[in-house]
């Protein structure tokens, strides 16, 4: 059945108040929900109360306390119907139900994890716990009571503030909760275990003082610290930058071992994914120190865009999501390197979202039908959502953007709403028309910029031709010009910006060039000698960009630009070329060949003491084999693409040797470990160095020594890295394997790790190795993080063993995908869109692809999620 968002109206009868009792039990929980509804002003009387349910057995049914006739209610499979309600007074339905938690492995709704009762409700989970209606723009005041045997369950958790509680004399205690925000259903959470707690307290603008809980498993306390600092951090940065203060007594976190996705904002009690909690230098790396500080702060922005304003159908999943993504990148960028940060969005962006966008599951940022909500917590939503906001502060400029920022929350607080009512608050401010702009939201595919200049000396102009196209997607074969904002800079030849003393064609603002017709020429005018163009600086835009510029400019670029992102992009568009011309000499069986020119700039940036070591890091870091695929554009062979990427790398090694040897001595950070960006930078740097080095020497004794030498999980991951995907057959590799997992044996996220440095190493071998890792007695086919960790990144990042010629990797991942759904069809679902770029493959492997996804739909019983996925996947 699809969902159209033509279709929407609100509910008839408006809910009140919800009173829940729960009685925990591992299998057999009682949850008794009271809920008062009254008829929405003109709805017919005759018209039935519709909630929604799943998997529930109902117990009880009553109206204002007596209980309904089976002639007025019908409960079917999705749905409990009931007739004959008041017409105009409130009404109280009290409806009882039994669920089993135990048994639940699709980890919606109340499931248990560790002993722990915790519940996900976003998007449909609630439904899952009682019959309700179960959408976004019902909001309403909630009072939970958790009943539950108190030797197991000391800690009973609810959204708001603690009421109190009591034992009650038979073993089993209470606790009352209150949430006097108005909240939609998917908000709710319960949680109810025994666990150990971090605590700390906040102190807002306003002098509110706010009892701050992470709460983990007994004994990795110590471990939740450096999230309980990202936590307060992004107070304090949310107050100062929004001005949005903390509205509740106690803020929660918990984490769980068992998680569907990353972490989840419920008001007041967050649930996370332990990744994205705990963290200590023996067993976390900066990456994921980096994670838990993005992850903590969005779920925490969350409170006031998603939770005080949220969506008024799931269509409008952006409005919370994009926006908040906008917000933690913005955090990020603020506590750590802007430059750093926007360079790891971009890449971020461009392996996920862009080839999302480019393939058969390209969807609107604000889709307009779909089947299964859950498969819409995608990058298009969420990456691309956030990027449509950053344009909204490109085009308007910072203040007019945090004029509209106040108008939205000034005027939506407390209410469900659209990405229209959103766009509106920007429009009024700046007295803008967005109209155009809005085809952000609405028009799928990632827009193509072809630009060429010519430059005329007698009359001192610039002239820049552009010229844009949105290519078809499903469902949207023609397409309207967008409103694209390009930064741009005119860089003279000793580096410094050239003055224009006019422009014609195009509106500018400040250096943003707006890009609104199909075709544009702009003049730029008192250009006294020939500029080079520095074009989509920061990556103003998320478009593809069509630019013949020559290496000489390129390298200009990537040597004086005062934007340093645009540095990096130049490197990024110097070493792009030599990476396609050598897959495809890699490829022909010809000799592979690197232009002297991306040497020369690497090489440069790597030695540059002026740049910060992350930002080296990167530069030294190429386009990934992702990124050179969807360069080639189709007909791909991810073996080439590899194979002519290894040999740019060997070339890079061993002209830059010295400099690399020089780093890995110079990029030693001493002193106990501390994750603050700098250092982690430094790190960073040194192993890039490290791994240069190695392909220079091709043999493991480097990193048998910094495997050895390692004092944090940054440098021993790495090493153990390069061994394995270096060196997968010595006898170095199985030992280090060996080590770290004796080491870490117990400790499962490090474990995760092991996993997935191995279904990652490069070639068709890796089939054989993840087949025998899954019969390893720690693989464990019901946790998500460990069926990611291996099947996951198997699937989504390893190019060429997933990608075996022969189709094996395929045909693995399809059985593997008929296994997953039986039990967690979110997780099934979300693996298989790894898929999503089969059709660019050449076609012996399309072949195979096609037939491993047509395996998967003939299997029984699929799940909404999978069969949704595949579909549109075979279709598109
Ligand atoms: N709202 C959560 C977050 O972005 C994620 C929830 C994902 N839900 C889902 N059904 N996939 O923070
Ligand atoms: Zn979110």
Redo the contacts with the bound molecule.
Sequence with gaps: EIIHLEDYRPTDFVLERVDLTFELDPTETKVEARLIFHRREGVSADAPLVLDGDELTMTGLLLDQEEIAAANYDAAEHTLTIRHLPAAAPFEITITTQINPEANTTL?GLYRTSNVYCT?C????FRRITYFPDRPDVLAVYTVNIIADKASTPLLLSNGNYLGGAGMGDGRHFAAWFDPHPKPS?LFALVAGDLGVVEDTFTTLSGREVALKIYVEHGKEPRATYAMDALKRSMSWDEERFGREYDLDIFMIVAVSDF??????NKGLNVFNDKYVLADPETATDADYANIEA?IA??YF?NWT?NRITCRDWFQLCL??GL??YRDHEFSADQRSRTVKRIAEVRHLKAEQFPEDAGPLAHPVRPTKFRE??NF?TTTV?EKGSEVTRMIATVLGADLFKKGMDLYFERHDGQAVTIEDFVACFAEVSKRDLTQFSLWYHQAGTPLVSASTAYDAARQTLTLSLEQMVPPTPGQSSKEPMHIPLRIGLLLEDGTEAQVTSVSGAEMTGDVLHLVERKQTVVFAGITSRPVLSLNRGFSAPINLHFEQTPADRAHIARYESDLFARWQALNDLALPNLVAAAASAKAGKPVHCDASLIDALLAAAADGDLEPAFRAQALSLPSEADIAREIGGNNDPDAIHAGRQQIMSAIAKAGQTIFEKLTDEMVVSGPFSPDAASAGRRALRNTALSYLVYAENQPARAVDAFNAANNMTDLSQALTILAHRFPESAEAAQALATFKARFADNALVIDKWFTIQATIPGAAALNRVTALMADPLFNGSNPNRVRALVGTFAFSNPTGFNRADGEGYRFLARQILDIDTRNP?LAA?ILTSMRSWRSLEDVRAGHARNALRDITAGKKLSADVSDIVERMLKG
């Design positions: 919606m996900q976003e998007a449909e989970g998917y569907n996705m990353g972490a989840m904002e992850i969005h779920e969350h998603g919370k999501e908040t993504v909500i859950n917590y969420y979110q979300r």
